[in-house]
């Protein structure tokens, strides 16, 4: 799922295109609707071509209300920048453009809207060609432009095809087991209790999970989940969710806290920070300056520790630490802006490298400054667990030689990712660490386990439903469907410990041939049961003298005689000789002792033995040597 959101000036038609597009009033306010703009965030959805639900998250334009809008921008996935063709840039275009930018949204399209108003086509090209300089040198440098009217609809199939195909190019979010939801609106529905809102990343959230809300610490459960007023079950990363909780009121809940599971985040007021000064300040960024730090949906006064430098001027980059004046729940790779507090302007913002560095650092020093360099690119956990994102399961000697860090610092981290269940080995590892590294033993993240989980259940569901008096699927069939949608190859060493482990955790069943989900039965309805009844009635009559699997075939149909095959009702010892589970297990123990007794016995012996005719006898002692219970000796079987 993804999720866009708007960004432009005041009055240039944002909220009025949405509505166009999803047929839904993004402004739900009273004074909104009076003063025709924005003043909160509004939402919305649009399904697009291929069928996939997007969320719309419209920010208001007004220089008032850029807190506002910051709250909104934080988790979207592309942008739907709106421009005004009547009027071209404005302030908070270039704004709102820095903010995308800082946050480093990759994904966007510029709707020109209001073409209506413009009749001279001169003008449209030069409003175009001022939009294409302005986006020069920003993460949307390359989004199309699309000339639209919300008033008589042109442009608009267009401008929905773009997004579409902006949102091709933008990967789905991770699921990392880690979920949180920064909080941007908090209400109560009568009868149903507080409700909170937000796009949710890192992980899923399910309908009676306990959760922890942060900083404040307090817990709650959650009552129900919905996404575009649809009731859900389980809410996936990248989706935008409203969530009733119980056991805390709406005003325990402040705009900007984070919904998780409990022990997973931690809030912090100190964080290491890269952090980029805009070129058009109007002075340096000096040490210990005061500013507003905003990421997520949070707000918080912070002051400015320079690292590596006395001040930074506009448009230089460089190392600082924040030291928030409230905690907040961050995590590494968290992007942030930065504002004055007076005038209130965007001055800046970055990336958070360290959201737990534990304590002040020193300023000028080398150490400090190489570590936050290394840091930049990934603590060592994330970059083991985004390996295994890209291609899992993954044998450890591979996972070692992809990683571009030391030996020893895989070693400590796999060892703290086994400990915590983030990460397992299919097999086992060998005892000796230091043999890690040349390893075949193959690894798994927890979330890449569920999904293989995931994906072989549905497999198996949809061939029991097909076949529902078969006992499982073929295990090669299976291989087979589960490779289709991977990366890793599964040969059969590794599908085996796939099954192996599944069947351990009494997921599904399996046996040499078949698989199968581990609550199937085989169940015959009355009509075949009662057929079933008669055919066996036929076999306890006569136990050696029993119908050809072929009258079974004839009676019963192939799909429920091998039914009965694979349920060890009957036991097919030939191509065409077929006995009761019950009568094959008595013959083979009088077989059995038979020998013991003489030393041997023939098929004319077994014949006599059960009064039966030399096909029978034949057929039973054919099929004990191949069960390797007996072996022949010239004319005679002895036990092996």
């Not at 800082?102 to 709707?111: E, P, R, T």
């Not at 049961?529 to 055919?535: E, F, H, I, T």
Request: hydrophobic share 45%; charged share 20%.
């Amino acid at each position: 799922m993804h999720v866009i959101g708007t960004a432009g000036h005041v009055d240039h038609g944002k909220s009025t295109l949405v509505k166009a597009l999803t047929g839904i009033d993004p402004d739900r306010l009273r004074e909104e609707k009076e003063r025709e703009m924005s003043i909160v965030l509004g939402f919305a959805w649009l399904t697009l071509p291929n069928g996939e639900r997007v969320s719309i998250i419209d920010v208001p334009g007004h220089r008032d209300f850029i807190k506002n809008m910051l709250a909104g921008v934080g988790g979207i996935d592309a942008v739907l920048l709106v421009i005004a063709a009547d009027e071209g840039i404005m302030p908070q275009t270039r704004e709102h453009l820095a903010i995308i930018d800082l946050l480093h949204i990759q994904g966007g399209v510029v709707a020109l809207t209001k073409i209506d108003l413009v009749n001279d086509p001169e003008w449209l090209d030069l409003v175009t060609t001022d939009v294409m300089e302005q986006l020069e040198g920003t993460c949307l440098a390359d989004a199309p432009i699309v000339p639209v009217s919300a008033v008589t609809g042109a442009g608009l199939n267009e401008l929905v095809a773009e997004l579409a195909r902006c949102l091709n190019k933008v990967p789905a979010r991770a699921d990392r087991g880690l979920p949180r939801l920064p909080v941007d609106r908090v209400f109560t529905v009568a009868g149903f209790g507080t409700v909170v809102t937000g796009t949710l990343t890192g992980g899923t959230l399910s309908v009676g999970q306990e959760v922890e809300l942060l900083p404040s610490g307090r817990r709650a459960r959650i009552r129900g989940l919905q996404t575009h007023k649809d009731k859900i079950e389980q809410a996936m990363p990248g989706s935008r969710v409203a969530i009733n909780l119980s056991g805390i009121g709406k005003e325990e809940i402040a705009r900007g806290e984070v919904v998780t599971l409990p022990g997973l985040l931690q809030a912090t007021e100190l964080i290491d920070v890269q952090l980029r000064y805009l070129p058009d300040a109007s002075q340096p960024l000096k040490h210990n300056a005061q500013v507003d730090f905003f990421c997520g949906a949070a707000q918080v006064p912070a002051y400015v520790r320079l690292l590596g430098a006395e001040k930074l001027a506009p448009g230089e980059t460089g190392w600082a630490q924040l030291r928030l004046s409230e905690p907040v729940a961050l995590v590494r790779g968290d992007r942030f802006i930065i504002r004055w507090l007076s005038p209130s302007v965007t001055v800046g913002g970055g990336i958070v490298v360290d959201p737990l560095p534990g304590r002040r650092h020193r300023r000028f020093k080398p150490e400090v400054l190489a570590r936050l360099e290394a840091l930049l690119s990934g603590t060592p956990e994330e970059l083991v667990l985004q390996a295994l994102e890209r291609t899992q399961p993954v044998e450890t000697r591979v996972l070692y030689q992809t990683l571009s860090l030391p030996t020893d610092v895989i070693n400590e981290t796999l060892n703290t990712l086994f400990a915590n269940g983030q990460v397992f080995a299919l097999d086992e590892l060998p005892t000796n660490v230091g043999q890690w590294a040349s390893s075949t033993s193959f690894l798994l993240s927890m979330p890449g386990w569920q999904q293989i989980v995931t994906q072989m259940r549905t497999i198996l569901g949809a061939y029991h439903t097909t076949w529902p008096l078969r006992k499982g699927m073929p295990r090669e069939e299976l291989r087979s469907r589960l490779q289709e949608d991977r990366t890793a190859v599964l040969n059969n060493r590794l599908f085996n410990q796939i099954i192996d482990r599944a069947a351990q955790e009494q997921t599904i069943g399996a046996d040499a041939s078949q698989i199968w989900l581990a609550e199937h039965q085989v169940r015959f309805d009355p009509t075949r049961q009662l057929a079933v009844d008669a055919l066996l009635e036929s076999f306890r009559r006569a136990p050696f003298a029993t119908p050809s699997a072929g009258e079974c075939e004839a009676q019963l149909g192939n799909e429920l005689f091998n039914a009965l095959v694979e349920q060890g009702i009957l036991v097919r010892a030939g191509p065409e000789v077929v006995f009761l589970a019950e009568t094959f297990a008595q013959a083979k123990e009088q077989i059995v002792a038979y020998i013991q007794q003489k030393g041997s016995i023939t098929v004319a012996q077994v014949r006599d033995l059960f009064a039966t005719s030399r096909k029978y006898a034949l057929a039973l002692m054919e099929y004990l040597d191949e069960l390797r219970i007996t072996k022949r000796q010239g004319d005679a079987r002895v036990l092996r």
